[in-house]
């Protein structure tokens, strides 16, 4: 699976939207874009997922580029709920493994 | 549906003890992984499953560890004998087999210490 980089930390303001980037510069073109997040203590969360379109869903919105080289997950209007680690994954679809990196502790502040 | 359900939810044991955790997917998945998370590595997938089969088992620490999925509703994780670099949260998650809509579920996990 192609390897991706995302920030150590971000801080956001409650209210305001969460922009988490995250590169992927050696994804290939069967390759899936995946976003979990885990809440302390707690199992990941599935979040959203896309392959070359843009998506969106109730939790979130999912920017890809048209290189697919790099995506933003967006929070649109971030509470404090949503303080978590977010973790961006590349993956082939279809019935192969998931692997997580260290991904982005995203801290939203009141 | 209850989601994965991961038993027991806190393990403490001793050193040379044999440990067994289990994993129950959500009903219809045929997809099943065992993750372990600590600290120092994050989180590390140990093995995978598809339609009770094992597929990938390099995540496998060393022959301590073993995982049966004996039917489509059940999954164990087992260390014998335990150490206490063991200690660590064990998570359990399944997935509907989708191509390119595969989501998985996790179980809210097993915390166990090793003493």
């Known amino acids: 699976d192609a390897k991706t980089t995302q920030p150590t930390s971000m801080d956001c303001a409650e209210g305001r939207a969460a922009n988490l980037p995250c590169n992927h510069s050696?994804?290939?073109?069967?390759?899936?874009v995946y976003w979990y997040r885990q809440i302390h203590s707690q199992g990941p969360q599935y979040i959203i997922h896309?392959?070359?379109n843009n998506e969106t869903n109730e939790m979130a919105s999912l920017i890809i580029t048209e290189d697919r080289k790099s995506s933003t997950l967006i929070l649109p209007h971030a509470t404090l709920r949503d303080t978590a680690v977010y973790y961006c994954?590349?993956?082939?679809?279809?019935?192969?493994?998931?692997?997580f990196g260290a991904g982005t502790i995203l801290r939203v502040k009141s | 549906d209850a989601g994965v359900i991961q038993s027991p939810r806190h393990e403490v044991t001793e050193m040379g003890q044999e440990v067994t955790l289990r994993c129950k997917p959500i009903?219809?998945?045929?997809?099943l992984f065992w993750y372990r998370q600590t600290m120092m590595r994050g989180l590390e997938l140990l093995i995978y499953?598809?339609?009770?089969?094992?597929?990938?088992d390099s995540g496998m620490p060393e022959d301590r560890f073993s995982a049966k999925m004996p039917n489509a509703s059940f999954s164990t994780l087992k260390i014998q004998p335990s150490e206490p670099r063991d200690s660590a949260v064990y998570f359990c998650?399944?997935?509907?087999?989708?191509?390119?809509?595969?989501?998985?579920?996790f179980g809210s996990g097993t915390q166990l210490s090793v003493l």
């Open positions: 499953f598809n339609n009770n089969v094992p597929i990938d």
């Open positions: 994954i590349v993956r082939v679809g279809y019935g192969n493994k998931l692997v």
């Open positions: 050696t994804i290939s073109g069967n390759e899936y």
């Open positions: 009903s219809g998945h045929n997809s």
């Open positions: 998650a399944s997935s509907l087999l989708s191509r390119g809509n595969e989501k998985l579920f």
């Open positions: 896309g392959l070359k």
